[in-house]
């Protein structure tokens, strides 16, 4: 994507491409609710709103800070980190 910031709607390769992930983990990442789940547009067409993403990856920085996230994939993340 070229520009300053990406757009409001994001499809998901525009969403794995600015978050440096696979389309498959984007998807993953909704499943464990990591990320909100994308807005219908029409069959077959699902954007994310990149507000909603942002909101979403923020207030998981936090939650990761204070270690109160439930998300198994992050806890296992933080306690590999936490033993080294």
Known sequence: MSGARPASY????????????SETTVYEMVLRGTLPQPIKLSSGCVRW????????????AGAGA??????PFLKGVRDVTSAS
């Open 49 to 60: 709103c990149w507000v909603d993403v942002q909101r979403a990856l923020g207030s998981l």
């Open 10 to 21: 994001l499809s998901c390769a525009s969403l794995a491409h600015e978050l440096d992930v």
């Open 66 to 71: 204070q270690g109160s996230t439930n998300d």
